[in-house]
């Protein structure tokens, strides 16, 4: 249930001619020059200009090196099968800990209703009298090998948990999306994780249960 960027004026200063005039030993008849425009003048200084705001930098300026270096407690072998993983444009750096394929996932996201572009409305508080569900997101970004995932719902302390594995295809990056129907036993505190076959936390986020 997953599906969701673009990163101007001119001004002309006017200056009066200017005279240059030759002085000459004897006094024959003074020679004078042509007038010197402000681009002619080799003084002229136009009026200064303001200085101008640092522009924002683009909203991802990472760099490659940035993107593929592995968060820290990963294993040499996940680290790297997660360095030989292709870089694509829209590819963010982990936000979890990556599996031993090298495996990640690099946006989560909550929503109380399902659309085309993934989880939408409601994100932290969810209500069983309205009937509502909660709704998990997320991009997992692998080698183009045929894995599988896990997604655990935990409330307070595990004192409830489920599960359900989720096959993420054989592409560089897959959204998905698992959802827990609300029951009245479930008003708590919960946090979803995302796990790997060798049961690394991939990306977790947290939500209430409310009546």
Known sequence: MLGALAIGGCQSYASSPETDELA??????????????????????????????????????????????????????????FSRIPL?????????????????????????????????????????????????????????????VEVVWEKESASTQRRRGLTIPPLHAYRTRAYLALRGEYIGDWTVRILSVDQVELAAASFTVVE
């Not at 909550?110 to 009937?131: T, W």
């Open 24 to 81: 000459r030993p004897s006094k024959p008849p003074a020679v004078r020059l042509p007038s010197a425009t402000a681009s002619q003048a080799p003084h002229a200084d136009p009026k200064p200009r303001a200085p101008q705001p640092a522009k924002d930098p683009p909203i991802n300026e990472a760099t490659p090196r940035d993107l593929r270096e592995p968060p820290q407690g990963a294993s040499p072998a996940a680290a790297r099968a």
């Open 88 to 148: 694509a444009i829209h590819d963010g750096p982990p936000v979890g800990g990556i599996g031993q394929t090298g495996i990640h996932v690099d946006k989560i996201w909550l929503g109380s209703a399902y659309g085309k572009q993934g989880c939408e409305g409601k994100s932290d508080a969810f209500s069983v009298r309205a009937g509502e569900q909660v709704n998990v997101c997320f991009r997992a970004v692998h080698s183009r090998v045929e894995e599988q």
